[in-house]
Structures are given as C-alpha cells and as structure tokens.
C-alpha cells in the first residue's frame, strides 16, 4: 500500500533514528557532567539516584545481542530537576549546555525537539545492536541489526509524527509506504524504488506503550518474535537477570554488553571468533551528589567464587604515593589477583587479550616479565603511582610493595640487580634523604653547546629501589623516589579530592584504580589507542571529569563487582 500525505514535509527520518540512539548515550553522561554542581549544592537527589526499574525493551533483545544502552528517565526530567533545584548560575550552563546538545544532534535532522519529539517521548530510550548479520545473505556482505525502543506517553502523537515523517519519501516518488500485519503487530516500513539503493529501510512497529524502530523488517519481526518466545530474550537470561540482582541501587541507566558479540561487531564479523565463550558486563549508571557512579556485574569469568573483599581501610602502601599521581593503582596480594585474572579469563578472549596488551605496554620500558619476576613476590599490600617528573618529559614510576613473612626480599632484590647488570646498568648504593637506596645507572658523554664544546659525564638512571619502613619502593629516577619517602612531600591518601573519592566507593572493597583524568588524558589518548575511543564516547562526561577511580567489592553468586566513580565538576 502506498500512502500519500498532502502536507509539506521537512522531516528526515533516518537521521531522527540516529538522533534518539546518540541521545541514550549523551544524556547518561551529561546527567554526571552537568547537574553535578547544582546536586553537590542540594540536599535533594534526583530519584535517591534514578529509579528501581530495569529496561522494558529487554523483552525485545535477543539473548546473543552484542550490546544494549538504555536511558531509564526522560531526558526532560533531568532537565527540569535540575532549574527546579538550581542556583541561577548554575540554571543557566546546565540548561546551556543542554542545548548546545540538542542543537548539536538535530542540526541536519529538520526536527524541532520541543515541539515534533517532546510531546509524545516517554520515560525510556533503548538502543541495542541485536544481531551480527539480521539477513545471513552473503551476497549483500554483512548488516548487523539495530533496534531502538522508545517509550511514548502519547500514542496518538507518536503516530502522528511517524506519518509525516514516512510521508516525505512518498512524496517524493523515492519510496513506497508499507503496512505488514505480522503475528498480530502492524509493521511500516519503506520500501525504495531505487534502483541499486544503498539506503537502509526504515521499519517502525507499536508494541503497547513502545514505538520500535529497526534499519529492516527482519530486525522488528525478530524483536517481536522475542517478545513472544520469553526464552528468546534479554528480559529473561539467568545470566542478565543475576547480574541485575547483584545492582540493588537506583539507576538512571544501563548498558549490557556480550563481548564476544560485540568483539565481532566492532571487526565486523558476521559470527563471535569464539562462540563457546560466554562474557557479559552489565553496568549501572546512578546519579549521586559526589557525581556519577556506574555499578557493573562480570559473568563468565571462570573460577569466580563468593568471595567477599578483601579491604576495608586504604591499605598502606599509599602513603607513599605523591598528591600528583595521576594514574594510580592499590591493593593487596597483586599475586593472587593476576593468578584470578589469568585463569579466570578464556585465553583468546577480548578481555584477556586487551589487559594481555596492557601488561606488555607497561613492561617493556622496563625489560622485565611482570607476571613472572615481580607478581609471584607481592602477596602483601602494594601501590603503584605515575608522577610528572619535575623537569618534564616522560612521567616517572612508583611501586610500593609490603614486606610479608615468606618472602626473602633481599633475593628478590638481588635478582633484580643481577638483571639491571646483564642489561649494562651499574649498580651502586647511595644515600638519599638520609635512607639507603641502589641505583641502576648508565654512564654517557656529551657535548655542552657554547664556546667550549667540551664534552661532559651523564649519568642515565633506569632504576631505583630502597626499603622504608615495611616497604620496599621501587621508582624509575631518584627523582620519583624521593618524593616517595619524603616526609614533607603532599601524598595522595591525604589530600581533598582522594578522600573524596573513597567517600563514593563502598568501603569494603580490594582496592582501588584512580586516574587523575585531566593530567592523564594526554598520556592515555597518545599511548592507548582505546582511550580515544572511551573519550568519543563520553566526551560530554570527560568534559567537566577531573578523576575517576574503579574499585572491586569481590564476587558474590560467581558474579564479579565492581564500581567506578567519575568526580565530576567545575
């Protein structure tokens, strides 16, 4: 059937499609980013965090779906407890940079948000990729499929919008309008006279209060064949379902990713590499005064017993941690988490081979086999600190580990200066604010510009070690170790913002991973290409984000937790 409509049209409607995906991700990051300085200042919460209730369009997502983000609240609840609590500095860049978004996603739309989106966008928007290649035809190469829900408080008006919005292709003689009733749901969707037309098809469909929209038909039949085989979908996984229980706080959104699945989307495959491995991350996004908190659930890591954690207090090790750390990692036993990490992880999965990766970008500078020369010894506490070197340049190493029963650590030391020695180093005892340290040292020569040009001795420093209190401390300059077991140097554990930090993670916990984000965010961007791609992704967030610290709290029904903390603000 085709349909005309008589009425002008500007609307384009793919873009729309993509509009209210972008929108999911964007208001979960801008609700940490711009109404933290209005809740620091309010003894109000917004929804005590969000809400108690989980995605509805999870009845639409097959279980295999690489991954699926959704908004739990409207985006003009947001907007509006934000002017209703506001000082009116603050009313006025929260409302700003609102705007400036808007704006931003539906500049080549032709749609007004206030007047063809706002009154008729319910409570959720839910954006999912749910399948790897929806057709299986490999003449037409591979087409992942996309489904976005989209709650309506009005469906009177969101049928209305879809009309003209479908109508302006007719108009135009470039498509037909066509209407499938399919198990009881009426599918529209276009169906282009092009010829060789590479457009993707809109296909939209009314489930009760969800209007769906999908790139085919095939995608909306298989969302709707989801609903009514309960064992097809996300909604009912035991493995989705146990993770939500282990996330008792309000939320204002989730994201569910398979990451095999989506390891294959993002190399566009039409299949996992690995399709017998099963990994999941299930994370919630709750709005607290101290910031954004994002709770996640880890399945599918082999060997994950109930374990409760292992900390209650910052552990030691800290306190020699200098206040400008920008990348800093604490803990206890680093021997037994990488053993839990290395045997807890399938080999050739993409969670092993990114800290796999990770693991060889912090060794190499360094020569040493860090799983084999350094982790078997630290079964104490331990901390690890990247300092700005005081004269610039590349940013210098603290590791701090605790002395335990069992561990000869002078043979420890000593192997590590027989293989500074192999390497060329020298190594020699010096003392340095009144504490005896090993240096490993390099001796070169070099020209001094100017009238002389007479040559001169340098000394190149690869490393330093000494032992203090409990502790041995290991840096890569004298530099960074004296500021290490200086007593007049600011440590982290004691200033502001640290302490910040820890009172918006639960105190039980093994430990932390803190990143001063806007010192480090050069440094990751240029060394991890990955941190680019986080940084695109939530740039609204990382816009007003001066840390964000990841702690553990164990495993609990073979789940693994964790929390992270964005400290966001001005």
């Known amino acids: 059937m085709v349909v005309d409509h008589p009425r002008k049209i500007t609307v384009k409607f793919r873009p729309f499609l993509i509009t209210l995906a972008i929108t999911a991700v964007l208001f979960l990051s801008l609700a940490g980013g711009s109404l933290y300085s209005i809740l620091a200042q309010s003894p109000l919460n917004l929804l005590e965090g ?16 690489p991954v699926m983000v959704s908004l739990l609240t409207n985006p003009d609840r947001l907007e509006s407890f934000a002017r209703l609590i506001a000082l009116p500095q603050n009313r006025r860049r929260s409302r700003r940079e609102i705007r400036q978004i808007e704006e931003t996603l539906l500049a080549k739309t032709g749609l007004d948000y206030s007047t063809q989106i706002q009154p008729w966008l319910g409570e959720e928007i839910t954006l999912a990729v749910t399948s790897l290649d929806f057709d299986h035809n490999r003449d037409n190469g591979i087409n992942a499929g996309y489904l976005l829900a989209v709650s309506t408080k009005d469906q009177q008006l969101a049928k209305e919008f879809l009309q003209t919005s479908y109508s302006k292709d007719a108009i135009a003689g470039t498509s037909d309008l066509v209407f499938e009733a399919y ?11 092009e010829i060789n037309s590479k457009t993707p098809l809109s296909a939209s469909a009314f489930v009760n209060n969800m209007v769906l929209f999908a790139n085919d038909p095939i995608v909306l039949k298989e969302a709707i064949n989801n609903v009514q085989v309960p064992d097809l979908n996300l909604k009912n996984s035991t493995a989705y379902q146990q993770a939500l229980d282990t996330i008792i706080d309000p939320r204002i959104g989730i994201v569910y990713t398979n990451f095999p699945a989506l390891s294959a989307w993002l190399s566009n495959l039409s299949i996992p590499e690995l399709p017998e491995i099963t990994q999941t991350l299930t994370v919630a996004f709750s709005l607290k005064s101290e910031g954004l908190v994002a709770q996640t659930a880890l399945i599918g890591v082999s060997g994950a017993n109930d374990r409760p954690a292992a900390l209650s207090n910052p552990v030691g090790a800290l306190a020699y941690i200098p206040a400008s750390s920008v990348l800093t990692a ?7 988490l990488w053993q839990q990490i290395e045997t807890g992880l399938e080999k050739d999965s993409p969670l092993q081979q990114f800290l796999n990766r990770s693991i060889t970008y912090l060794q190499e500078p360094l020569g040493l086999n860090l799983s084999k020369e350094v982790f078997p010894w630290v079964q104490g506490e331990f901390s690890l600190g990247l300092v700005p070197h005081p004269d610039g340049g590349e940013p210098d190493w603290i590791f ?3 002395k335990i029963p069992g561990v000869n650590i002078n ?10 020695q192999d390497q060329g180093y020298s190594v020699g005892n010096l003392s340095l604010l009144d504490t005896d340290v090993t240096a490993w040292t390099k001796l070169s020569t070099a020209i001094n510009k100017g009238k002389t040009n007479l040559a001169r001795l340098e000394a190149q420093v690869s490393g330093v070690h000494g032992e203090i209190d409990n502790y041995v401390i290991f840096s890569s300059s004298v530099e960074g170790i004296s500021q290490a077991i200086s007593n007049t140097t600011p440590k982290l554990l004691e200033t502001e913002e640290f302490q910040h930090v820890i009172e918006g993670l639960s105190p039980e916990n093994d430990g932390y991973f803190y990143v001063n984000w806007t010192e480090t965010q050069p440094i990751l961007t240029q060394k991890l290409p990955i941190a680019r791609v986080v940084e695109f ?5 990382l816009k007003n984000l001066h840390s964000l610290t990841l702690s553990s709290q164990g495993s609990e029904k073979g789940i693994r937790r964790a929390t992270i903390f964005f400290n966001v603000g001005v």
């Open 50 to 65: 969000g809400v108690t209730k989980n995605p509805v369009a999870a009845v639409f997502v097959p279980k295999q779906a």
């Open 183 to 193: 198990k009881g749901i009426n599918l529209i969707y276009q169906r282009s006279r």
């Open 330 to 336: 604490a803990g206890t036993d680093l021997n037994q």
């Open 400 to 402: 701090v580990a605790q």
């Open 411 to 420: 043979e420890v030391l000593e192997k590590f200066d027989e293989l500074a």
């Open 537 to 541: 992704g939530v740039k609204p967030l």
